[in-house]
Structure formats: structure tokens, C-alpha cells
């Protein structure tokens, strides 16, 4: 239509411009699209042809116009000199176009490729996510349960009774469970035994070794007993039990100790092969005290009776005299004998401790001489009428003073204290001097009947064991502690009887 009614240069002119509008707004729209996404590369692709199709859009159209122009103004030769020029961009500007979109089948095959790769790697990303978080999951879970169980066992490591040790190759104590430090005699203040040398704690060096000669060999060591030294030097009897921990490099070998305090059962076990041994020479004595005893007592009887004959100026009646003071000692000594050996169940009554105290101190004050010993007296006045035998009470305090007052000699100290402790509900009575003391080694066997450190005819080796037989039948216990040259501590327990109701002091 617009053909028909339109001279034919309008139409070529209108359609020229057209040409370059459409061209233009083609290569604008492939401009956008490809800088959304650069890296797509048909829109690369086709921006080539557009830039093509635009560059042959403006030659061919500027060379219509210009020739409608020529044309109509007249210059119709002019025109056929541009012609062949025009003809010839054109023609070059087509073979651009062309020889782009041959390329169409290349990059349509690339942009295949790229679009399988990159669904490919999308997939493979999605997959990498999801290990990635499955991942976390797992690796969450196995922390936890490894956090549990690190606190289980840290716990029985914290927890445990006996100490826990772990030293390493040099034997340096690498690790211990804290709570057990106070084993070895550290209180927090004191510090701690971590980075000490174990064999520093060894009373023996042989133990010690013998203790790395297992190890080595059989890589183990079980309920070996030794003698462990605390700070404050004291000893203490432990089992020990543990292994090596073989690492791959021989320095990283660490050693696994469970150490056991068995001090207490040490002591007990002391404590009942002495009552044994006592038990054993408690019945030896009472078969020869009784063959003793009827004997001196018919000499005492008979020297008695020659006494009387003899008038007391002569000789003889000093001779007599000395026979019946020596018999009597021997008799004392054998009664004594017979006190331990027939341990006889003690007559209990109601008794007032403090005053029972009193009263022995008075009868030694009567039968002494004057002499510069202080009594010191500290009476608890809380302590509960005691259900004892009083004769007998009284035969411990008198051999516990009377000691007392032989290791202090003319002049010193004794302190006689009585305690009543509710909780425990246990009467002590403590008889402390400052003489001169017991050595360590004899401290076992103060309490063996017949030993004695006194010269002959001062001791006979049979207060302590007679008094120990006495507190003993009481339900009681008789400790001492004591340093040479600084005096001893005896202390008397005693319990009280439940059965038997206080009556208020
Ligand atoms: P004895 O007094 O006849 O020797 P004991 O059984 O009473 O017998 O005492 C045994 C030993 O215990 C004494 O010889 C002495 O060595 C020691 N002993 C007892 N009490 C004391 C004390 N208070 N101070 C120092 N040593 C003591």
C-alpha cells in the first residue's frame, strides 16, 4: 500500500533509516543481555553479528540516501563515480555478517558444553553442600560423645580414693589426680608433686629400682609394696600397681601408677601381731607366776615369823628384813605378772574421772619425796560419770605418772588433761611430761611386758603392758607419741558407755 501511493525514494529513504534504527535497537537489546550475564557466550555471539548487522545496516542505508540525494539534486554522475565505492563496503559488510554466523554452529556446540559443565558442577556443588553439612552433623555428634566421655573418666580420674599417677620416661610425675596430693603430704600450700621425680618419694633407692627392673621387663607391675616418703618426711606404706603406655617414639613413653595408702592396715597388722606376741607371753608368765607365787608367799610367811622371834637391835632381825622387803617386790612384780596374764574382767562402777585423778595424785603426793615437779592440771569439768573399774583405772594413772615423773627427773613439768568429746563420745585423758623421752625404735615396745630402759630393781618392763591389758578391757586405747629429749604424750581413751545414762556433773 505504502509502496503504491509513495514515490519509490521516499520508501527507499524511510526504509533506510529504519534499517539503521532497527539494527541499532537490536544491537542495544544484546548489549543489556549480555552484560546481565558476561560470561553467556551466544549473547557474545550474537553482539558480533549485531555489531555486524549494524555496521552493514548503516553502510547500505547512508549509501541509498546519498544517492536518492544525488538523484534528486541533479547529480546523477556523481552517483555513479560513489557507486562502485558504496557496492564494495557493502558487499564487505555482508561477508563480515556472513562470516560471523558461520561461526553460529561452533559456538551454539561451546555454549552446549559450557551449559552440561555448568549443571554438572551445580550438581556436583549441591552434593559437596550437603556432604559439607552432613559432615558438621557427624563431626558434632563424635564431639560431644568424646566430650562425655573425656568428663566420665576425668571424673574417676578426680574422684578416686587412691592416688593416680602418670610420670613420664625421665621419671618426672607428668600428671596426678589432685585430690590424692595431700597423700604425699601436700596441702595446696605446699605446692603440688606434678614435675617432681617419683624416686625422690622412694624411702629406699632399691625399691625404687626394683620397681623400674619390673617395668622394663614385664612392662607391668602389680601390688608391688613400698615405703613412700612424705614432705614432712613421715613414711608410708603403698601398694603400687601400673603399667607402661607405649607410645610409638620411645620419648613419649609415659608410666600409669595407682598408688594405694595401706599405712592404716600396716598399723593394724602391727598392732595384732603385738597382741598375739602379748597373748603369748601373757600365758608363759601366768604359768610361771603361779609357781612363783606360792612359793614367796611361804617364804614371806616364814620371814615374818622369824621376825617376830627375833628382837629388833640384832642382826638377824636386819637380815629378816631385807628377805621380807625383797620378797615383797618379788611378790609385787609376780602380782603384776599375774594382773597382765589373767586379764580378770574389770568390776565396773560408776565413776568421776577427774576426781579419780585427784586421788591418785594425792596417794604418789603422800608416798613421795620432796621434790620440784610441777603438776599441771587441765580437768574438761564436761566429762560424764564413766562406768569403769576404779581400782584398776587407777593402777594405769599411777603407772603412767609414776613414769612421767621418772623421765623428768627432780625437776619439770606434767600436764594431766581430761577431754569429753560428744561427737565420738569418748573421754581422753592425756598425761604429758617434759623429760627425756623415747627414742623412735623403742616406741614399738614400750608396751612388751619386761621391757623396761630403767636399771635393775627400778623397772620391771610391767606398767605399760599391765596397763595396756587394763584400757584394752575398757573398750579403750592407749597411744604415745614422744621425742627424745622433748618428753612424751600418753593418752588414754576411754569410751562411754551408751547403756549407762550421764548424770550431769
Ligand atoms: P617400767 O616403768 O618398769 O620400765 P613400763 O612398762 O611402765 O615399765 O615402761 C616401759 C618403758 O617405757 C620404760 O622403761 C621407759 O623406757 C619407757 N617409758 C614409759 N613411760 C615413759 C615416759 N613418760 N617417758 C620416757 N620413757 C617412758
Known sequence: MIVTFWPIWTVDIVGSILMIIFSFLCLKIVRSLRRRDPSNVIWTYLLRVCFGLAGFAVSRSAGHILKQILLLSGHGSTWDVIRPFSGAVNSFMFVLVASVTLFFER???????VSTDKQALQAAHEELMFLNQNLEELVRERSEALALSEKKYRRIFEVSRDMILV???????VDLNPARCQMLGFDGAAGSPQGRDLRSFFCREEEWRGLQNTLDNAGFVLNAEVDLCRLDGTRMRSLLSGSVDDQPSEKERTIHLLVKDIEQRRLMQEQMAQADRLASIGQLSSGIAHEIN?????ILGYSQLLLRQASPETERH??????EKHVRHCKSIVEDLLSFARRSEPKKETVNLNQAIDDVLSFIHRNSD?????????YDPQIPPLFLDEKKIKQVLINLIMNA??????TGVIRLSTAFAPSTREVTINVSDDGYGIEAKNLSRIF????????TGEGTGLGLSVSYGIIKKHGGDILV?????????FTVVLPVASEHPEISP
Do not use: C, M
Not at 107 to 113: A, D, F, M, P
Open 107 to 113: 559456538i551454539w556446540k561451546i555454549y552446549r558444553q
Open 481 to 489: 607419741e614422744s621425742k627424745p629429749g622433748e618428753g612424751s604424750v
Open 318 to 323: 636386819q637380815d629378816l628384813k631385807t628377805i
Open 294 to 298: 606360792n612359793p614367796l608367799s611361804i
Open 405 to 410: 615423773r621418772h623421765a623428768v627427773g627432780k
Open 167 to 173: 610420670v613420664n620416661k625421665e621419671g618426672l610425675i
Open 448 to 455: 612388751n611386758p619386761f621391757f623396761t630402759t630403767k636399771p
Open 370 to 378: 620432796n621434790d620440784k615437779i610441777e603438776i599441771r592440771k587441765e
